[in-house]
């Protein structure tokens, strides 16, 4: 098999938020069709990393370089709930076919194959039967499966997700964690997750981006557990004193 294509290159980029430098010379690059998962401590510029990812912020030196062949609208991008997404006043199946919304120019109609691909996305999500559904009366759990489908529908060759579990119970989240490395298998969209669960992250990921001042980690999920760095951050996040199942 021939060597895989870049799809997105940092290059010694540093990040301020409200006048502070939270990200420093970061250097890493990310192929297509990999599984990338974004950690570190709260406030340590997750969240700003992606948003220069998406093109919505500007390093302020360095640059963040995303190839021509990943066009804007064939990004998926799943932020973080805020209460207004949580009391949306639509059906679940319109929450989920809006995600074609950013690709089409916001026409006002949806194609045939628009409407069956959101389908088609319910069904992989195992959320084929809350498409009548109220989105504000679902679950936690219920409504970040119909917005992850939403997502999809935008999805062509990356998706990028915010905290996809925050506010789920371990199970939800662990379904949740697994749902999208199907995603990743079947679909070969590139996957870029930022998360405070570090477990899922070391077990469905392919590559770990670790931020935390100036320790910086880029590593396959498979080294990650062995640094010095991997090892304390999922032991401290154990729920539990003692062994942690990922540190060998």
Do not use: W
Not at 106 to 128: G, H, W
């Amino acid at each position: 098999m021939g060597e895989k294509q870049t799809a997105i290159t940092c290059d010694n980029a540093t990040f301020a938020y409200g006048g502070k430098v939270v990200v420093e010379s970061l250097s890493f690059q990310i192929s297509y069709g990999e599984y990338l998962c974004i950690v570190g401590e709260n406030g340590c510029g997750k969240s700003t990393l992606v948003r220069g990812i998406l093109g919505l912020k500007q390093p302020s030196a360095g640059k963040i370089n995303v190839e021509k062949g990943i066009k804007r609208g064939e990004i998926g991008y799943l932020p973080q709930q805020s209460a207004v997404q949580k009391d949306f006043p639509a059906g679940a199946y319109e929450v989920v076919l809006s995600g074609f919304l950013s690709r089409q120019g916001f026409l006002p109609f949806y194609s045939k194959q628009d409407k069956r691909e959101a389908r088609e996305n319910m069904e992989r999500l195992n959320i084929s039967d809350l498409a009548g559904s109220c989105f504000r009366e679902l679950s936690g759990g219920q409504q970040q499966r119909v917005l992850l489908a939403r997502a999809m529908c935008a999805a062509r060759k990356l998706l990028v997700l915010d905290e996809p579990s925050l506010g789920l119970d371990p199970y939800a989240a662990a379904d949740l964690y697994e749902m999208i490395s199907e995603i990743n298998r079947e679909t070969a969209v590139t996957v870029i997750i930022v998360s405070h669960d570090i477990h899922n992250a070391v077990k469905y990921a392919g590559k770990i981006l670790h931020i935390s001042g100036r320790e910086t980690l880029f590593e396959s999920a498979q080294e990650y557990t062995k640094t010095k760095v991997g090892k304390r951050f999922l032991e401290r996040s154990c729920p539990h004193s003692g062994v942690c199942p990922y540190v060998s």
